[in-house]
């Protein structure tokens, strides 16, 4: 999706989340239905889980290597390219190379290329050649590429893994604990998927208006984004609170597993409010490329909260409550520590 959104390609986006969303309901609602004959287990949560990923990583590359921008239609190709599927731009040809270095050696001039690949040499028909060689920028980019892969790479493995250690820790609680769990979790992922349309909005928009220095658009960009998400969040609050019986009707009608539910239910419900103001700040940080700000805002909040609040809560209470407590500290960590970047910092430069 990250490619797509550097493509621009919204509606596109925007329709792909709309098919995850809806894989991901489906495999929970069968996953929750497979509990009543054979009892709820990780390996279900996980097949289903690894389903669903795979699909959107298959969709992913054939959305990615079908739709490049107008200006690279011709000049991506992710299949076929090596380079970790990285497009480059077309340059001249080895042959042409050869050829070029041989009119070196014999001492004629070598040509340049204009942007039509048309050959000039200069007016007064000396030797001269207009380097093209952009190994250095290429080397620095492919640099930058990487370090901020490896950055994100980090955010994402923390965060996947504070997911897949709240369900482990919820699976020991018993079948019922860890039905609700999955529900919550499936909840929280539909109502992230609507916060995430307007946080693509701010990345795309917000990277143009930032390196073309329009603070003040940038601002209220920024801002109306920021209220919609507010609005979302709320509106999936309020729902949340006056429809709990019905929601929780559409995945079970399991006893023990709607007792569970009514435990966590009243702090899931207010958390939406936090979780979309989190969401819409995210897209608004990728705008900035602050990559290392979300990797270290992410080994802090995992090693020194989550890890350690979510191992002495589940000790000492041994609840779902406890699990998803230390979940909610972590998403008001990374609100706070967002807020701060882009109020402070992004939103503070001088047009």
């Known amino acids: 999706m990250g490619i797509l959104g550097g493509y621009q390609r ?12 809806s894989l991901l309901v489906l495999s929970n609602l069968v996953t929750l239905r497979l509990m009543n004959h054979h009892g709820l287990t990780l390996v279900y949560n ?21 739709m490049p921008p107008d200006a690279l239609a011709d000049e991506v190709n992710v299949i076929s390219i090596p380079n970790f599927c990285l497009w480059r731009k077309k340059t001249r040809t080895e042959a042409e190379a050869l050829e070029n270095e041989q009119l070196l050696l014999d001492g004629q001039g070598i040509p340049s290329y204009d942007s039509g690949g048309d050959a000039s040499y200069d007016s007064g028909g000396d030797a001269s050649y207009v380097e093209h060689n952009d190994n250095s920028d290429w080397k620095a980019v492919k640099t930058e590429l990487m370090n901020g892969a490896l950055n994100m790479m980090t955010r994402s493995f923390l965060l996947s893994g504070s997911i897949w250690l709240m369900s482990l820790l919820a699976s020991r609680l018993g079948t019922a604990q860890l039905a609700a769990h999955q529900i919550v979790l499936t909840l929280w992922s539909i109502a992230s998927y609507l916060a995430d349309g307007f946080a693509d909005v701010g ?5 143009k208006f930032i390196s073309s220095g329009e603070t003040e658009i940038l601002r209220s960009v920024f801002h ?33 597993t709607k007792k569970a539910l009514a435990s966590i239910w009243p702090l899931v419900a207010a958390m939406q409010i936090v979780n979309s103001l989190v969401f819409v700040y995210d897209g608004l940080i990728y705008a900035t490329a602050s990559w290392s700000y979300v990797r270290n805002v992410m080994l802090i909040g995992c090693l020194l909260w989550f890890i350690p609040s979510v191992f002495v809560a589940t000790s000492l ?4 409550l406890s699990i998803w407590v230390a979940k909610a500290g972590l998403n008001v960590f990374r609100f706070v520590a967002a807020a701060y970047l882009i109020e402070f910092h992004t939103l503070q430069r001088s047009p």
């Open 10 to 21: 919204l509606k596109t986006i925007s329709i792909w989340k709309m098919i995850s969303c």
């Open 46 to 66: 996980a097949t289903s889980y690894v389903a669903v990923s795979a699909l959107n990583a298959i969709l992913g590359v054939v959305l990615v290597h079908y």
């Open 203 to 207: 990345t795309m928009l917000g990277a």
């Open 224 to 256: 109306r984004l920021l209220a919609l998400g507010l609005f979302s969040g709320v509106a999936f609050s309020i729902v949340f609170f006056l429809l709990s019986s019905e929601i929780e009707s559409v995945f079970t009608n399991n006893t023990e």
């Open 317 to 320: 209470f041994r609840s779902l």
